[in-house]
């Protein structure tokens, strides 16, 4: 029974997180149709912001709690500064080229952010511990759980519940609809698609951040961590359909279950499960589980 709750928890902690990166990687999918390969360099971004930013509010005296804000600010940072200047003086001039074109440049730009990070953090690894210390551990089963990694249940629900709200309960969600299906006519009815894309290129780079900041505390932020993110994120994208939220939601439960499975029970095969699983799928639906309806034009 312990062995069952410890692979159900981390299981759901994985997917957790899995969720929130991988969220923003098909929502830019969605309405932009752009492949973003540099999603990963966002996430690291993300979560070296935040473990510099939790270690200097530690040495400044500042308390643990002060650590949850600083996730939040670190990640819209990242969003705003980056998303910006990435969509405007990058991904504008490749909106008309072909996707193989726009998936090498998203593959440099990802190249040049891993570099960048190095120039700016340094090679030596970052640990926050501050926000696990914070709400310490609780018991559930026989095992103890830090309480700080069971948080991010909570938050990839609040992720997918204000993406389901905004797309289905507000004027946003319609234009964005609208976008989604016919640029033109959106356009024609006086839609600023340019804006449009602005603003869902921020939200898309401040999810991969928020999933980066957040799980900085956990983990050892070291070079590297974009890659094995982004390669995970695409797996979870193809198994659920590219561009469909719910999707998302399916295929990073899918695979981080899996995942804790295997590292408990057959750890020699923890990857090859994964993408065993994603073959799978293609075989039976080219285009994901929950790929979004095309529109046929007459």
């Known amino acids: 029974m312990q062995t069952a709750i410890t692979v159900f928890l ?8 899995l969720f929130i990166v991988s969220v923003g990687l098909t929502i830019v999918f969605g309405v932009m149709k752009i492949l973003n390969v540099a999603h990963g360099g966002f996430y690291a971004w993300g979560a070296y912001s935040a473990a510099y930013a939790i270690g200097l509010a530690a040495e400044l005296g500042f308390p643990d709690w002060f650590a949850f ?26 909106y008309e080229h ?3 074109i726009v998936i090498l440049a998203t593959f440099g730009l990802f190249l040049v952010l891993e570099d960048f990070i190095l120039l ?12 696990m210390v914070f709400l310490g551990s609780v018991e559930m089963g026989g095992i103890f759980r830090d309480v700080y990694s069971l948080t991010l249940l909570g938050l990839a629900a609040f992720v997918a519940f204000a993406c389901w709200y905004v797309l289905n309960c507000t004027k946003w969600g319609k234009i964005l609809s609208t976008v989604i299906y016919d640029r033109e006519i959106s356009l024609a009815i006086g839609i600023d698609v340019k804006a449009v894309f602005v603003w869902t290129f921020v939200v898309g780079t401040m999810l991969g951040a928020l999933g980066g900041a957040y799980i900085a505390p956990t983990i050892s932020v070291a070079p590297g961590i974009g890659i094995d993110i982004i390669v995970l994120s695409f797996a979870v994208v193809v198994i659920g359909g590219m561009g469909s939220i719910p999707g998302a939601l399916i295929g990073a439960l899918m695979v981080g279950n ?6 408990h029970k057959f750890p020699e095969f923890e990857l090859f499960v994964i993408f065993a699983v994603m073959a799978a799928v293609l075989m039976v639906r080219p285009e994901g589980l929950f790929a979004p309806a095309k529109i046929r034009r007459i």
Do not use: H
Request: charged residues 15%; neutral net charge; proline residues 4%.
């Open 98 to 100: 072909e996707e193989v």
């Open 10 to 17: 981390d299981g759901m902690t994985y997917a957790s997180y």
């Open 258 to 263: 899996l995942r804790a499975i295997a590292v």
């Open 120 to 131: 700016v953090f340094g090679v030596n690894p970052y640990f926050a511990y501050q926000p």
């Open 69 to 94: 804000i600083l996730i939040g600010l670190s990640s819209m940072f990242v969003g705003i500064v980056l998303g910006v200047l990435v969509e405007r003086l990058i991904l504008r001039k490749l």
